[in-house]
């Protein structure tokens, strides 16, 4: 009987304890820093700096996470988030984001063609993976920015 009462507590105890868990999402402010480090085949490995709010009282840990992207309204391929990233607790800090973009094929005129504009519209939609604490936790994201295509960094890419 007391095994029980042990067993039962126990789980009320941790309901008790996930239940006064408050999140809050963390604000993505802006991105900034874009830097083309290689190109290989359809493959593009990109980094840049994400300013980020984390308004809630533990840090986050966000894993390796693949997303849909888009660029001026058209699908153009995948990106994926290549380590991962550490969010500090009740902070706004800089964090720098390495991905891989892999473009799908025929989407390269596409992309050039965009490169003519002063900005592009970049779009990813997916689910991302993450940690608190010892936790496991993911969440749906689609979000849209507005990118000035003249502060790209092409690290010496004849384009």
């Known amino acids: 009987m007391t095994r029980l009462i042990k067993k ?16 809050e999402n963390v604000e993505f402010k ?3 820093n874009f830097h083309l480090k290689k190109i ?13 709010n984390n308004p809630n009282g533990y840090n986050l840990k966000i894993k390796p996470s693949v997303f849909d992207l888009y660029i001026n309204d058209s699908h153009v391929g995948i990106i994926k988030l290549d380590e991962r990233i550490k969010i500090v ?14 473009v799908l094929q025929g989407a390269l005129p596409k ?43 092409f690290g010496g890419f004849p384009f």
């Open 8 to 23: 039962w507590g126990f789980l009320l105890l941790l309901l008790f304890i996930f239940s006064a868990c408050s999140y």
């Open 30 to 32: 802006e991105a900034e």
């Open 40 to 52: 290989e085949g359809r493959n593009l490995s990109i980094s840049f700096d994400a300013i980020l």
């Open 89 to 102: 607790k009740r902070s706004e800090s800089t964090v720098a984001v390495p991905v891989t973009a892999e």
């Open 111 to 153: 992309l050039l063609a965009g490169a003519l504009k002063k900005t592009a519209t970049v779009r990813i939609v997916g689910k991302v993976k993450g940690k608190v604490s010892i936790f496991p936790a993911s969440k749906k994201i689609d979000e849209t920015r507005e990118i000035p295509l003249r502060d790209l960094d």
